[in-house]
């Protein structure tokens, strides 16, 4: 390649670059957060105390608002992911820290202490682990359901890639929601979630669903990393087509100047149109907004899951034996 070429093709992918930090580098205003700082975030902060939390690990732009409600989730497993995915800001390497025996007990007591109605336990990726962790959720459930029985559990999990039978060692605790979040579009899981498969993670939540039926199945889809309208969609119906009850949609906001950069920033009415997208689709539930998390209101939402069964079930039960049974 010519020397004035190869200078040409540099200062294109420069002024590239710029534009594109132009573009969005400043956040829009429906994605500015008001910090609170309240008695009951202190609160949260205090219970949380020698647990760790994905709330301030991922830097989640809701930790003041969830805080304050005295909600959190907590991460187990330790503080080190063993994948790279680029739009994470947990702490990637390999993780030396062996499983902490006493984990389940102060995960269960901070639930107890805080008077949790809900509880989401997820963890880092430990590919290092025969069992990719199963366990680990597995006796962190039993634990809580033993100190604190009214506690509904929702568990937010990696992938287990080449992990036989870590579903069946989940499925023996049964929680009460089954998450496995897809991240992204199947084009670009090769750039954002480098060692994981599009296709495995839909086949581990169709799985879950056929060992778990009872179990509500959910996801969650970042937005904004580069994906198309198009493949926005196909990823809402192969989530669909694959068992999941509900679907959670946020906008991807970059942790620091090393992770993946911010494609675009979808208004408030692109996310108004996703959901009815997927409402359309036949989920359970669908939360799609900029700040939508996996976590975020998860208290809230699964009372509105079951409440979306219950009314499901009704429905289907008048359509069999007639609206005479709803005198």
Known sequence: MALHTMIYSYRESLLSEFYQLMRCGNKPEWLKVRVRADGFAKTTEAACA???TVCAESKCPNISECWSRKHAAFMILGDTCSRRCTYCNIKKGCPSSPVDPKEPEKIANAV???GLRHVVITSVTRDDLPDGG????????????????KTTIEILVPDFLNKPGALEIIATAEPNVFNHNIETVERLFGIVRPGASYRHSLKLLQEA????PKVFT?????????????????????????HVDFITIGQYLRPSQAHAPVDRYLSPAEFENIKKLSIEKGFLMVSASALTRSSYHADKDFEKLVAARSGLQISSTQKKYGSSLTA
């Open 134 to 149: 199963a366990s680990a959720f597995r006796d962190v459930i039993v634990c809580v359901r033993t100190l604190s029985p």
């Open 50 to 52: 020698g647990i760790i």
């Open 112 to 114: 107890v202490g805080l």
């Open 209 to 212: 669903k056929l060992i778990m």
């Open 218 to 242: 959910k996801s969650g889809l970042m937005v904004g990393l580069g994906e198309t309208d198009e493949q926005i969609e196909e990823t809402i119906c192969d989530l669909r087509k694959h």
